[in-house]
């Protein structure tokens, strides 16, 4: 299988991200995807393919911001990375921000994701990677993988959040209808619920997306991936929530894991996307779940066996000394 990859994706490194009321060191570290890329050969790089794809589905402000926050926050005096602490909860009417905080918190969802002089150009080569793995599909794979870091399934189309500032998947999604393809879905399998992709589809009835994760009655995000979220408009019905307890291992997984791939059997899609996150391991630091390296494979064998084409995207994993054999497992599976 095709993987891709650009070496610049690794320059974002925020030092800290705000947990339990203090300062802990980032979880999202350029070391996950050297762990990756180190246990997978020849990951190639991608092409640039612009701004364009991007924009189609991220609002325009809010990529404005991801570029140049991290120079106004410096022009301010501010030491180390961009970070928000105030959120318009009540004032949600056009007004015009100008201070930076101001910004900050309009275009982000927590206080857990910080933006560097890098992080733009990390996400752009996310993004990149993903639109070359989704070439290789439409170029006619079977399967394709976009070691996608920094992740996306958090981001929405104005805000940052859970480590994501671009959400590769949805713009993968929304490039492969815009190049033809009339339904596409995309299966989340990463521990925490993809609140920025299901918000973005939430009114369309074109792209399917099923997530299985961790109850957010007890894990991050907490306010999205209830069992009741099933959309609404043109996208009733087009949004499958799957939320598991914490200690869920294989059987469970995989039961879970059918359910999903069984509605996007009947929503019959001319491609699937899978947000992989290796955050279900039972090793892994910030996560609940049980499911161990052979796991992985199991569960790619069962999406393989549905015969969609299927592009698989990175999102989340922070055992790191296992992410590597993590990855690899489950690419075997295909
Ligand atoms: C893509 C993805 O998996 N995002 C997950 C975001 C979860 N953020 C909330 C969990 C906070 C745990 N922080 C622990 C930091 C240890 N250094
Ligand atoms: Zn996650």
Aim: aromatic share 10%; net charge negative; hydrophobic share 45%.
């Amino acid at each position: 299988m095709r993987g891709f990859f650009d070496p610049r994706q690794l320059a974002h490194a925020p030092a800290s991200e705000l947990h339990n009321g203090g300062f802990v060191p980032y979880a999202e570290t350029p070391a996950r995807a050297e762990a990756v890329a180190a246990a997978l050969a020849d990951l190639e790089r991608p092409a640039d393919r612009g701004e364009a794809p991007i924009l189609a589905v991220h609002d325009t402000g809010y990529v404005e911001f991801l570029k140049t926050a991290p120079a106004r926050w410096a022009a301010a005096g501010r030491p180390g990375d961009v970070i928000g602490y105030i959120w318009p909860i009540a004032a949600r009417r056009p007004v015009r921000l100008e201070r930076i905080d101001a910004l900050a918190g309009r275009y982000s969802l927590d206080a857990s994701t910080p933006l560097t002089a890098e992080t733009w150009g990390a996400a752009y080569w996310s993004a990149q990677s993903v639109l070359a793995a989704l070439d290789a599909v439409r170029g006619g794979d079977r399967a394709a993988f976009a070691l996608c870091r920094p992740p996306g399934h958090h981001a929405g189309r104005d805000y940052l959040g859970g480590y994501c500032h671009l959400n590769t998947a949805a713009i993968a999604a929304q490039a492969a209808i815009d190049g033809g393809m009339r339904r596409v879905a995309i299966l989340d399998i990463d521990y925490h619920h993809g609140n920025g992709t299901q918000d973005i589809f939430w009114s369309r009835g074109d792209v399917f997306y099923a997530s299985i994760h961790a109850d957010p009655a007890t894990d991050y995000p907490f306010y999205w991936g209830h069992a009741d979220e099933i959309g609404e408009g043109a996208g009733e019905g087009a949004t499958l929530n799957l939320p598991l307890p914490q200690g869920t291992a294989l059987d469970a997984f995989r039961r879970a894991q059918h359910k999903a791939l069984a509605a996007i059997a009947a929503f019959a899609p001319d491609l699937a996307i899978v947000s992989f996150g290796a955050d279900t391991y039972v090793g892994d630091p910030i996560s609940g779940f049980a499911l161990r390296t052979e796991d992985y494979e199991t569960l790619a064998r069962d999406i393989a066996a549905c015969g969609w084409p299927v592009l698989i995207a990175m999102e989340g994993g922070y055992a790191v000394d296992a992410l590597g054999a993590n990855v690899a497992s489950f690419l075997a599976g295909f």
